[in-house]
């Protein structure tokens, strides 16, 4: 990997060490430019007509997403961020009193307070698998808890606060097995991980343009199989996901499309093509194997260090590289970090409460790496945390 060409492309780097690429990752200038220009012609000539005139640039966006998670581009719907994404799905599915949703430990809050949300209108129980002895979800308990009741099983990939990375393909497995729905939110996993749908076997999958795969904010995809499409009904549609036909009636879409809504911010959308554009170019295999290895070097550094415990779970773990320092609260590691100009978040007990509740931690500092970050930054990263240890 040319590690210097992507930095040289990448504006931020000579600013900062940015360890939040699960937070929004530093875009690359192709990205940055494109918006810019996008929304420059947009000024100039007048919103819709700059669509019109860049219909097939726009169009490709759903192509380009397609090929990289190994969809059809009638598969693919384009929404304003992951959470808008995955309600629309969860929300199309017809519920029935005494349906159950298998989910994960690592479940995200928003993810889990749209459950509570759906079961104060229907009757569903909400259950949830427990984690092998990886700290991910088991494939075995999952099977042994299955039955004709379970309407859809809903896996976060990789969740917010550890390195885990749920293993989603067995998982799809017994979805098939089991001909329920699967819903996998691949928020934090598309753009570092080999996310294939087919290879997956998911019937719906959300994603989010500005994380791992560098794209701006306020972007975001939904992946709808093709054959569910005709099955799963959105929760509200407008005149671009359906034709209003007569008083009494409406024809919706047949792609996934029926998903979204007419208006869209199409200069995130052109910024979100160059993006997967970008990262299909460098390969995301190639992609994942320099994020794993960065992410392995900082856990293991971050080890050696006596006031350090990482908290990182899952027999594979990915970028995200979480953990505790004594005696001081992950707020202020990160004030001290951004002083020395280093950035890295916090995750907090409510946004993933289940795992936190029974790991027993309250809150992390959340250090997640990209491909474009170097050896040498970690190295910088670890000084700073003993210099802030020693002050
Ligand atoms: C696992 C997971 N799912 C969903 C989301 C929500 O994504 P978005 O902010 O794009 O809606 C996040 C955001 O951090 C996340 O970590």
Avoid at 30 to 54: F, P
Avoid at 123 to 143: A, R, Y
Wanted: with cysteine.
């Amino acid at each position: 990997m040319n590690i210097k060409k992507f930095r040289e492309n990448t504006a931020g780097t000579k600013n900062v060490i940015h360890f939040n690429n699960a937070g929004a990752s530093l875009m690359p200038k192709v990205v940055s430019e494109s918006v810019i220009t996008y929304l420059r012609e947009e000024s100039l000539y007048g919103g819709y007509e700059t669509a019109d005139k860049n219909r097939e640039s726009i169009e490709q966006t759903y192509s380009v997403i397609g090929r990289f998670i190994n969809a059809q581009p009638d598969e693919i719907a384009l929404l304003e961020n992951a959470t808008a994404a995955w309600n629309l799905a969860l929300f199309s599915i017809d519920f029935k009193d005494g349906d159950r949703i298998l989910t994960s430990k690592s479940e995200y809050a928003s993810n889990y307070l749209s459950y509570l949300r759906l079961q104060e209108k229907v009757d569903i129980k909400i259950e949830v698998v427990p984690n092998d002895e990886h700290g991910q979800t088991s494939v075995t308990s999952l099977e042994k808890m299955m039955d004709r009741n379970v309407k859809l099983i809903s896996i976060t990939h990789i969740p917010t606060n550890s390195g885990l990375v749920n293993p989603i393909e067995k998982i799809g497995d017994v979805a098939q097995k089991y001909d329920c729905f699967y819903l996998v939110d691949a928020c934090q996993s598309v753009g570092q991980y080999p996310v294939d749908v087919q290879k997956v076997g998911c019937d719906m999958l959300s994603a989010t343009g500005r994380k791992y795969l560098r794209g701006p904010r306020g972007t975001g995809f939904l992946y709808i199989k093709r054959d569910q499409i005709e099955n799963l009904l959105p929760p509200f549609i407008d005149l671009h996901a359906a034709e209003w036909t007569s008083e009494k009636e409406y024809e919706i879409r047949n792609d996934a499309r029926r998903f979204e809504n007419w208006e869209m911010n199409y200069a995130g959308i052109i910024g979100l093509k160059k993006a997967v554009q970008y990262a299909s170019d460098i390969g995301i295999n190639r992609i994942w194997k320099r994020v794993t290895k960065l992410a392995e070097k900082l856990r293991w550094e971050l080890a050696k260090l006596s006031a350090i415990t990482v908290h990182d779970i899952g027999e594979i773990k990915g970028g995200i590289v979480t953990f505790t320092v004594d005696s001081v609260s992950a707020q202020e590691v990160k004030n001290y970090l951004s002083k020395n100009r280093i950035n890295v978040s916090t995750s907090s007990k409510s946004s993933t409460l289940l795992d936190m509740k029974d790991r027993n931690l309250s809150e992390l500092v959340r250090a997640s790496v990209h491909y474009y970050n170097t050896e040498n930054e970690i190295d910088q990263f670890i000084d700073a945390l003993k210099n802030m240890a020693n002050q």
